[in-house]
């Protein structure tokens, strides 16, 4: 079967799921220029100063996506 579910995709679902970590946020942004937003990891750096935020998912829905599987069908 084919898929685009990488290990780090995987890894990510994992600590979303599992509520072992507590640095996750739900982060608006934008997707080529549409409004969008995305779960992401915030860690501080060593110096405590600066913050990096990691994208893990992008969930939202804009009206140019189409979901289809790997051959082409819609959902």
């Known amino acids: 079967m084919n898929t685009n579910i990488t290990a780090a995709h995987r890894d990510a679902f994992e600590a979303l799921t599992s509520g072992d970590f507590g640095n996750l946020a739900l982060f608006s942004c ?10 992401v990891a915030i860690t501080p750096d060593e110096d405590g100063n600066t913050l990096t ?13 189409v979901l289809t599987d790997h051959d082409g069908v819609e959902a």
């Open 30 to 39: 934008f997707v080529n220029g549409e409004p969008a937003s995305a779960i």
């Open 53 to 65: 935020i990691q994208p893990l998912f992008f969930i939202s829905v804009t009206p140019d996506m």
